[in-house]
């Protein structure tokens, strides 16, 4: 970035191009206005037609987005404007458009969905929650069906019980609306299948991802993870945390507020030793313990009552933090949930085993054309083309904006940042401007309810409690004397119109409670307000005691802050005015967010090694089941299990090899010839050998054709065994990479050379079960002549 990569000038030229394909658009529109609704759904076919004939996709750009603009005016009554169609253009070049809240966002994605959809590979639109899904595929329906394509939802609501044919049904429709999580954990499921019938999804073609921001950057700290069955339940949990409790921080362990990570120290580590009698803390036998120490510390020192998770029944509950809404049924992997429930001291749940996971960074890279909208990207563009390489093109407002955005009001303590907002709301109120008051957690909202509450100002609390109402609560926003109380980026997605006489009182409000974790998320609330040319302002309150600026703030911030707190008096709070305070603020955050940035680094690099191996099983699998796979050399891989016993010991004797034969090639073995020269292990391998050939001609003779299926299905069992393991042994590593930074090794690196240790042993197991599953297995025929397996 920095000075020679001007955006602005950049965008201009960018803009001007955009504008001349727009002229060639805008001036179809007669043309088009002028067909019945028959021909301009014809259109359609006419399309397809073309590009059978040769053309590209892009060469019916033009055409195709005044089809859909015509469709738009004819059955929504909305006719796209000069920049929905910029934006549009944007869209199918696989960027993302930075379009302000309230453009018309839903309507843009129209244009890009249905002129790439029309190769009839499928286009989707992926946004945040499953509300948003239902309610844009509803509404833009219409279009799609006056054009003859088929939509599908790919979100159900939970009473739904969904079947395979169902999910077919969604993802072989011509557009495809849905959500990140529901595509993610999709994906990962048919990934499990064990036979074709089980498939239900089309390779990847074009996405538009709504809200890129909160979907690409802020969801995708976390990877996704399907969990299957109940580990060994440990009470290692337990123990760890009462250690971690008798450790000081500082002493006992070190603690990176700015990069949010803890480890142990020396001392820890030493500590450890005596508290759990154990020599070499970080031994290999005591991985198991390191890990749950490990997993203690976060829990302790990483995760937040209120912030991260709530408890609610009982349970611990995770919270979005994008929205602040508790997680339904999902849970932090790698025992960092039962860690929490422990510190809690609710039950802990059983933890699972990973079966399969994915980070979402990678999930959505498998799209060959990714394309992305959301009212704030530009400040991440860096990172939107490093990783995603999507450019941010900042589309203008269809109406010049008006909301003004007043500089932060900036306090020594927080009880004089709440009353100073307080103050501001009132009088807010007493004249009728409806205001949204953004808290940054959800324990920060309910504060705020009770002291409006005590005020007997009237308002509307949305937070992780609230989730059915919220898309309501938050449209009525703008109506007079409208108060609503929000988390963070609650509601969003739902635009916030202004209510009659709402105008006339400067309208829709925003009051901000403390700068967010990135200056994106900032944005983002002020843009509720002042939509489509709308008046309306923003007015943030912070102190030098917000989380934020104790996290990243610096020394001299908080050096001020003791020398100055006890000459605050906060019924007469007093704004800091000087302008390092605000550099200060500014710089907090650059921090903050770049700490997230960071930490989306290393998932990603933590995930190359999941990711190599992820995509040669998967190409293995589906190979498998489509019946394009190579299959088994039985043979081959037999050689290789034996060779790899008769190197496995020093010495052999009989009872070794009468183990390996029961173990992996008979169980219908006697008599031990004489002739076998134990000292000999070629002689032991040609036995072996022999005896293998035997048991699988009989195998072959008994099951005729039918051997090559099982072969595939002795394969796969073999894959899905191994991998699982594979999965869930590295989701582990990952824990315990997190430790090992005390040794001053590079953890990424450390983790790689095991990963790639452990991904070879896999393999090689992977060809030892199958030897192992076609050899021992029982095989018979059920009367309706059908192979029935019995696996050993
Ligand atoms: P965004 O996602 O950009 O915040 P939405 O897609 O939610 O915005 O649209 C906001 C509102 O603007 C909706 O009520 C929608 O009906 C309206 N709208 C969108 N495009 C047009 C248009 N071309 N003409 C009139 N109204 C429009
Ligand atoms: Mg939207």
Redesign the pocket.
């Known amino acids: 970035m920095g000075f020679l990569k001007s955006p602005f000038s950049l965008d201009f030229y960018r803009l001007k191009k955009l504008k001349k394909i727009y002229r060639q658009i805008d001036a179809l529109k007669d043309e088009m206005a002028a067909l019945t609704d028959q021909e301009l759904s014809q259109k359609t076919s006419f399309f397809k037609q073309r590009l059978a004939k040769g053309e590209t996709v892009d060469s019916l750009l033009v055409e195709a987005y005044a089809v859909v603009r015509e469709a738009s005016r004819r059955v929504l009554g909305?006719?796209?404007?000069q920049v929905?169609v910029l934006g549009a253009i944007v869209l199918h070049q696989g960027n993302l458009a930075e379009?302000?809240?309230?453009?018309?966002?839903?309507?843009?994605a129209t244009m890009p969905l249905y002129l790439n959809a029309l190769s009839g590979k499928g286009a989707m639109l992926i946004t945040t929650s499953a509300y948003l899904a239902q309610r844009d595929a509803e509404e833009m329906g219409a279009i799609f069906n006056l054009l003859g394509m088929t939509v599908g939802v790919g979100v159900f609501d939970s009473k739904t019980d969904v079947t395979v044919e169902m999910k077919r049904k969604v993802y072989h429709s011509d557009i495809i609306y849905t959500t990140n999580s529901a595509l993610g954990f999709d994906y990962l499921f048919e990934n499990l299948a064990v036979h074709r019938s089980q498939k239900y999804m089309r390779s990847f073609h074009y996405a538009i991802i709504?809200e890129a921001d909160a979907v690409l950057l802020d969801t995708a700290q976390t990877p996704l993870v399907i969990s299957g069955s109940p580990r060994v339940q440990s009470n290692l949990y337990w123990v760890a945390d009462n250690f971690i409790l008798s450790l000081k921080q500082g002493e006992g362990y070190y603690y990176d507020r700015e990069r949010g990570e803890v480890w142990l120290t020396q001392k820890g580590m030493d500590e450890a030793e005596r508290y759990f009698r154990q020599q070499g803390f970080y031994s290999l036998s005591n991985q198991e313990l390191v890990r749950h120490v490990n997993l203690a510390l976060q829990a302790h020192k990483l995760f937040t009552l209120g912030k991260q998770y709530v408890i609610e029944d009982g349970e611990v509950k995770l919270l979005d933090q994008t929205d602040g809404r508790t997680l339904k049924g999902t849970k932090i992997q790698g025992g960092v949930h039962q860690a929490i429930e422990q510190k809690e001291g609710v039950k802990v749940t059983p933890e699972m085993r990973a079966m399969a996971s994915i980070t979402y960074q990678n999930l959505f890279l498998m799209f060959p054309t990714l394309a992305g909208m959301t009212?704030t990207g530009k400040s991440a563009e860096a990172e939107f083309i490093q990783t995603y390489n999507m450019e941010v093109v900042q589309i203008p407002t269809n109406k010049p904006v008006i909301r003004k955005d007043y500089p932060d009001l900036i306090y020594t303590s927080i009880p004089e940042k709440i009353r100073a907002s307080l103050d501001m709301v009132k009088k807010l109120h007493k004249k009728g401007q409806p205001i949204l008051l953004v808290t940054g957690s959800v324990k920060m909202s309910e504060l705020y309810s009770e002291l409006l509450l005590l005020e007997g100002i009237p308002h509307s609390l949305l937070n992780a409690y609230h989730a059915a109402k919220e898309a309501q609560m938050i449209a009525e926003a703008g109506q007079l004397g409208a108060v609503t109380v929000a988390t963070n980026m609650a509601g969003r997605?739902?635009?916030i119109?202004l209510g009659p006489g709402v105008e006339e009182l400067g309208g829709l409000a925003v009051i901000g409670t403390e700068r967010m974790k990135s200056d994106r998320a900032d944005l983002q609330m002020r843009g509720r307000s002042g939509?489509?040319g709308d008046p309306g302002f923003s007015q943030f309150f912070v102190s030098l005691e917000d989380d934020i600026v104790i996290e990243h703030g610096g020394k001299w911030v908080s050096d001020y802050f003791r020398k100055h707190r006890d000459l605050i008096d906060e019924n007469n709070p007093r704004p800091l005015t000087q302008k390092r305070f605000r550099r200060a603020l500014r710089r907090a955050q650059q921090a903050s967010s770049g700490a997230a940035q960071q930490s989306r680094g290393m998932t990603l690099q933590f995930d190359e090694s999941v990711k190599v191996q992820r995509d040669y099983i998967y190409k293995e699998r589906n190979a498998i089941i489509d019946g394009s796979s190579q299959g088994v050399d039985i043979l081959q891989f037999a050689q290789d299990l034996v060779d790899w016993f008769l190197k496995s010991k020093k010495t052999l004797d009989q009872h070794d090899v009468e183990r390996f034969i029961l173990d992996y090639i008979t169980y219908d073995f006697q008599d031990f010839p004489d002739d076998i020269d134990l000292d000999n292990r070629d002689s032991i391998g040609q036995f072996m050998m022999k005896l293998i050939t035997k048991e699988w001609e009989r195998k072959k003779r008994f099951l005729k054709k039918d051997y090559l299926d099982f072969e595939r299905i002795a394969l796969l069992k073999a894959i899905d065994e191994s991998w699982v393991e594979e999965v869930d042994y590295l989701q582990q590593l990952r824990v315990i990479a997190g430790a090992r930074q005390t040794a001053q090794r590079n953890p990424v690196f450390e983790y790689h050379k095991e990963a790639y240790r452990s991904y070879q042993a896999m393999k090689r197991n992977i060809r030892h079960l199958t030897v192992q599953y076609l050899l021992l297995s029982q095989v018979s025929y059920n009367a309706e002549g059908e192979l029935q397996i019995y696996f050993a």
């Open positions: 909305l006719f796209p404007y929905q379009m302000k809240t309230g453009e018309g966002k839903t309507l843009t709504d009212g997605g739902t635009d119109k939509r489509q």
